[in-house]
């Protein structure tokens, strides 16, 4: 069994430089930059895809197995100097890698650098589910009305190919289907989504952390838990069931949330991620992200809620004070949580080199 869902980042290349997004490295990249930030994609990609289980399969609330989804993003996918070099292989190596159970093959865009022919090109190397990510203010080029007439664009190229649009779905909480389902819809054949930072829907208020954090522009208080909803922590350790989920970087760095937390929870080019999983499961204060409870993440070393709460404060680019769980999320990964990751990552591999010797060189299944 897996996760129902791995948001997987394969590069940290993109054309743009959104003033909302919540990660500094996703960038123009140029010449040897470009060269260098696609290389640590193409360094890791299949070490990560051997240790991820072999079975794409979770299990709904009703008993019905399902494919897990597989989100592969950037950055941008589809741009020269990352489709051919890294996006198209990796695509090849997952259909390699799962010959006969597949998990769901999805991909995020901002959709304005996909042509017919790319398009054409994924849904040959299986693609079945694409996330057009820009639908929102904050996208150069999508301010009012601008991002209604480029949806109406990428509807008659998706229908032109045979791709049909679903919805987004509830994005704000965790449900039985992940947000790029069709609710209820049995509809075999590819789909299209649109989503973007919008107030009603998934991270509107926007996290707080990289450009949205130093230009200003987080809404988020302190209530809005964002641990809770698709892309958090929530259920991330209940793998092969509803809700699970986690996120993967460039380097094999596997987090419990697409935000990600201050430090891994292990990495997938040297360990799998059943056996991370595992690991990690033994400490509270990631019981409690599980619980997508990050205020009591503290509580066993000492940190009380109104601890964790006045510590979920900080200054952004503004001079703003912003209070939010993430905040708070980040300076306990920081002082305590971090150093006893490190600590199970160590003895993980120690033990992981044991069994290697004593079985005369090879890895044990």
């Given at each position: 069994?897996?996760v ?6 394969l ?8 003033r909302?997004?919540?990660?500094d ?21 299949r ?14 609330d ?20 990352v ?21 769901k ?48 664009e ?32 049995e ?12 107030e009603?829907?998934w ?18 208080g ?11 922590a929530r259920?991330?350790?209940h793998?092969?069931?509803a ?7 460039p ?6 949330c ?11 080019r ?15 204060a ?13 509580v ?11 510590i ?6 503004k001079?703003r ?13 920081e002082?305590v949580?971090s ?10 591999l ?16």
């Amino acid at each position: 069994m897996i996760v129902q869902s791995i948001y997987w980042v394969l590069t940290w290349a993109c054309h743009r430089k959104c003033r909302h997004c919540y990660d500094d490295r996703f960038r123009p990249y140029v010449r040897d930059g470009l060269s260098e930030v696609v290389a640590e994609g193409q360094a890791g990609y299949r070490e990560i895809l051997a240790n991820l289980p072999d079975e794409p399969i979770w299990i709904d609330d009703t008993g019905k197995r399902e494919r897990t989804t597989l989100i592969l993003a950037g950055g941008e996918l589809l741009i020269d100097g990352v489709r051919e070099e890294l996006f198209y292989p990796a695509l090849e190596a997952v259909r390699e890698r799962y010959r006969e159970k597949k998990p769901k093959i999805a991909i995020q865009t901002t959709g304005d650098v996909l042509t017919p022919e790319i398009l054409d090109e994924c849904l040959a190397r299986g693609v079945e589910s694409i996330a057009v990510a820009s639908i929102d203010d904050y996208h150069v080029g999508m301010q009012g009305e601008k991002k209604f007439r480029f949806m109406d664009e990428m509807r008659a190229l998706m229908q032109s190919r045979g791709v049909r649009e679903v919805s987004l779905g509830g994005a704000k909480s965790k449900r039985l289907k992940p947000p790029d389902h069709d609710q209820g819809s049995e509809f075999a054949g590819p789909t299209f989504l649109f989503f973007g930072a919008q107030e009603d829907l998934w991270i509107g208020e926007l996290w707080p952390r990289g450009r949205a954090f130093s230009n200003g522009l987080s809404k988020a208080g302190y209530n809005a838990n964002f641990c809770g909803r698709w892309s958090g922590a929530r259920n991330f350790l209940h793998y092969g069931r509803a809700g699970s989920e986690v996120a993967v970087e460039p380097d094999g760095s596997v987090y419990p949330c697409c935000l990600k937390t201050k430090a891994p929870l292990g990495n997938l080019r040297e360990e799998r991620l059943t056996d991370i999983l595992d690991s990690v499961a033994g400490l509270a204060a990631i019981q409690a992200l599980n619980d997508g409870d990050p205020e009591r993440m503290g509580v066993e070393s000492g940190w009380s809620r109104e601890h964790f709460q006045k510590i979920s404060v900080a200054t952004d680019g503004k001079g703003r004070k912003v209070a939010n769980m993430c905040l708070g999320c980040d300076r306990y990964f920081e002082q305590v949580l971090s150093a006893e990751l490190g600590r199970l990552r160590r003895e993980r591999l120690a033990l992981a080199e044991i069994l290697f010797d004593k079985n005369n060189g090879y890895r044990t299944p």
